[in-house]
């Protein structure tokens, strides 16, 4: 660390407003994903009005990066000083501070510094580094001349809706944090494409459908804390919101869970007139969106509620369906242990679907489910060892239209010529069947790899 190069950078604005104010807008970091564009989120740990632990998501060259930050607070001196204890790649360490210089009663010069060093002190890690700070610090200066000089008139709002959930906090959990399946559970939802290089942080790149049949494009990060709650950020909006954030909040009880979703709004006043017109006002799109919003929302914890309902498994299938479905996967195991790809992909839906938590993107339809199998076939078919499929502790429950939900565990088994069976993967899967005569067809299957 000592022999690492120290880097420096400064940058500054002046803003039209009182120090103290501006003061406030930098102290108060829980306000920051609303005002300022590359942060997600950010959690208090510990801490008091002068010093304070925080965990900080927020996005730096188009990625998610997440670290853990000390600051000292000094409202007199009026400078807030941050040095990160838990960097992410390609940072090794990185601190500076925010000062303020009053200018006058209604004017504040605001510096920003940064000092860092890289990993390896590696040219291209620098070079990632200060094109992030150039980008990151430059929007958030404007963001906060502009939240400083603009009085709020009530551009920022928050409200909720919530539902109440015959069923448990973890499976309507599950619901939310599984997007990738919402076009083929929410009929508001046209389009989703999810990704998840780290576990539990997300970006999500959504078509919904209005009202009045248009098609919106989002683009949002989410940072899930499991069972509990998704907090995420909107870094694509509709032209009427210079920023959304928002939460689902699962709250379970002796009877059940309430699912709560919370909505943060600041509109773009720029774009009202434009948007809904030249008699248009604040109070009419905070109608507006509250509307739009609270529908789409309501809708999806309505599908969340009904999706835990169903996994409570308060309606069981009957044993000769149950019986059914282990012989179904009887067959599909044996299919693919016996290293038959175009059959085992056969056991698909046409359109069918194959997620896991160890690859960027599902598998969409059946053509790309049997070529990732004949590729993963290629890459052992030299390996001298039999490997055997095995799904155990199996649940069934009912699903709309006469499909079934089903949850078990899934283990490979590998054993070398003459050698002992050894663990090779062990997971948890959960499918979506849909009756194929007197057979089953997947058309969805998620597989969450244990440590993936």
């Given at each position: 660390m000592s022999d690492e190069t120290a880097h420096h950078t400064v940058h500054e604005i002046d803003v039209r407003a009182p120090a103290e104010a501006v003061?406030?807008?930098?102290?108060?970091?829980?306000?920051?994903?609303?005002?300022?564009?590359?942060?997600?989120?950010?959690?208090?740990?510990?801490?008091?009005?002068?010093q304070e632990r925080l965990r900080i998501w927020a996005t730096a060259n188009g990625e998610v990066k997440s670290w853990t930050s000390r600051r000292e607070l000094d409202r007199a001196g009026l400078r807030v000083a941050f040095r990160q204890e838990e960097s992410r790649a390609p940072v090794r360490s990185m601190s500076g501070e925010w000062r303020l210089e009053p200018l006058g009663p209604e004017r504040t010069r605001v510096r920003f510094t940064h000092t860092f060093t890289a990993v390896d002190d590696a040219p291209e890690h620098v070079e990632w580094i200060n094109r992030a700070i150039d980008t990151n610090t430059a929007s958030e200066l404007e963001a906060l001349r502009r939240g400083a000089e603009e009085a709020d008139a009530g551009l920022t709002f928050t409200f909720d809706d919530s539902v109440r959930v015959d069923g448990s906090a973890k499976d309507a959990y599950e619901f939310i944090r599984a997007a990738d399946r919402w076009t083929e559970r929410l009929p508001h939802v046209a389009r989703v494409v999810l990704t998840e290089d780290t576990p539990n942080e997300q970006i999500l790149e959504m078509d919904t459908l209005t009202a009045d049949g248009e098609t919106h494009t989002t683009r949002s990060v989410r940072v899930c804390f499991p069972a509990e709650r998704i907090v995420y950020k909107q870094i694509r909006t509709p032209a009427l919101m210079a920023a959304h954030t928002g939460e689902w909040i699962f709250e379970e009880d002796e009877r059940g869970c309430t699912v709560t979703s919370r909505h943060t709004v600041r509109i773009e006043p720029d774009a009202v007139t434009t948007v809904l017109g030249p008699q248009a006002d604040v109070a009419a799109a905070r109608t507006m969106i509250r509307e739009a919003l609270g529908r789409n929302s309501l809708a999806t914890l309505r599908h969340a509620a009904e999706h835990a309902k169903r996994r409570g498994g308060t309606e069981p299938v009957s044993a000769q369906t149950y019986v059914a479905v282990q012989q179904f996967y009887a067959r599909q195991m044996r299919l693919l242990d016996e290293r038959r790809a175009e059959e085992w992909a056969r056991t698909f839906t046409e359109d069918g679907v194959f997620a896991q938590n160890t690859a960027p993107?599902?598998?969409?339809?059946?053509?790309?489910?049997?070529?990732?199998?004949?590729?993963?076939?290629?890459?052992t078919a030299d390996t001298p060892e039999q490997r055997r499929h095995v799904f155990s502790?199996?649940?069934?429950?009912?699903?709309?239209?006469?499909?079934?939900?089903?949850?078990?565990?899934?283990?490979?088994?590998?054993?070398?010529?003459?050698?002992?069976?050894?663990?090779?993967?062990?997971?948890?899967?959960?499918?979506?069947?849909?009756?194929?005569?007197?057979?089953?067809?997947?058309?969805?299957?998620?597989?969450?790899?244990?440590?993936?």
């Open positions: 003061f406030d807008l930098v102290a108060e970091a829980s306000r920051w994903p609303v005002h300022f564009p590359p942060s997600v989120h950010v959690e208090r740990l510990e801490g008091d009005d002068r993107e599902p598998l969409r339809g059946r053509e790309a489910v049997a070529a990732a199998v004949r590729r993963n076939l290629a890459r502790m199996l649940t069934v429950v009912p699903g709309p239209g006469g499909s079934l939900h089903t949850r078990c565990y899934a283990q490979v088994l590998a054993t070398p010529p003459g050698g002992q069976s050894r663990l090779h993967l062990s997971a948890v899967c959960e499918d979506e069947l849909v009756p194929d005569g007197d057979d089953w067809l997947v058309r969805h299957r998620r597989v969450e790899h244990d440590g993936g």
